[in-house]
Nanobody, 125 residues
Framework: QVQVVESGGGSVQSGASLILSCQASGYFYKRLFMGWFRQAPGKEREALAAISTGFDETYYADSLKGRFTLFQDIKKNILFLQLNSLKPEDTAMYYC??????????????????WGQGTQVNVSS
């Protein structure tokens, strides 16, 4: 059973950066397809980025305009999401998700079988 656990959230001021971590376990890491989503109160869940871990192929939402970057530590089975130039509208719960496989509709939440509990990011102006 795949498990993913997020960490790294916090409260920062506008313009700051954060690095979120997603620790995966329970499956061969390089055979996972993993994504990051976020959800703010009263809003729909938003797909941010995804990666085919074994191929190191990444996908990003156009709306991010290059502010967020994925990278991974394959030896430690950790996926990172670096958040740069944070804005108050980035305030949300950030979730890591995983699926067994090499790819698919990465922007769809129902594509992923396994979800973490989330890590909260608060950005003040």
């Amino acid at each position: 059973q795949v498990q993913v656990v997020e960490s790294g959230g916090g409260s920062v001021q506008s313009g700051a950066s954060l690095i979120l971590s997603c620790q995966a376990s329970g499956y061969f890491y390089k055979r996972l397809f993993m994504g990051w989503f976020r959800q703010a109160p009263g809003k729909e869940r938003e797909a941010l980025a995804a990666i085919s871990t074994g191929f190191d192929e990444t996908y990003y939402a156009d709306s991010l305009k290059g502010r967020f970057t994925l990278f991974q530590d394959i030896k430690k089975n950790i996926l990172f999401l670096q958040l740069n130039s944070l804005k108050p509208e980035d305030t949300a719960m950030y979730y890591c998700a995983a699926n067994e496989g090499v790819g698919g509709p990465w922007y769809r939440g129902d594509y992923y079988q396994y979800w973490g509990q989330g890590t909260q990011v608060n950005v003040s102006s």
